[in-house]
């Protein structure tokens, strides 16, 4: 299984960026994939989520200003962060709750993270 995240950098507060996580070896049909955020120091925290019903959920902090995305075809999953503030700062980790190809049971998969700066 491998959930690979991109599309992380330095942007200035107000700013925007969109990170995308490609996966390989989960059904992803069915799976449910998330964003979660670790910034130094802190807990890891989700961020948004996105069932495979297309359900959104998001954070409080965050609702309004990031929109999470699936794409059934390129199997991957995005996070358009817009208006980021100084406090977005963060590691961002895909993960899926999935199945893996050929079993029936779900579990829990990260990807390597993508460091988010936000400037003031």
């Known amino acids: 299984v491998q959930l690979q995240a991109s599309g992380g950098g330095l942007v200035q507060a107000g700013g925007s960026l969109r990170l995308s996580c490609a996966t390989s070896?989960?059904?992803?049909?069915?799976?449910?994939m998330n964003w979660f955020r670790q910034a130094p120091g802190k807990q890891r925290e989700m961020v948004a989520t996105i069932t495979s019903n297309l359900k959104e959920d998001y954070a409080d902090s965050v609702k309004g200003r990031f929109t999470i995305s699936r794409d059934a075809v390129k199997r991957t999953v995005n996070l358009e962060m817009n208006s980021l503030k100084p406090e977005d700062t963060a590691v961002y980790y895909c993960n899926a709750l999935a199945m893996r190809w050929g079993r029936s049971n779900r579990s829990n998969y990260w990807g390597q993270g993508t460091q988010v700066t936000v400037s003031s």
């Open positions: 070896g989960i059904t992803f049909s069915s799976a449910t």
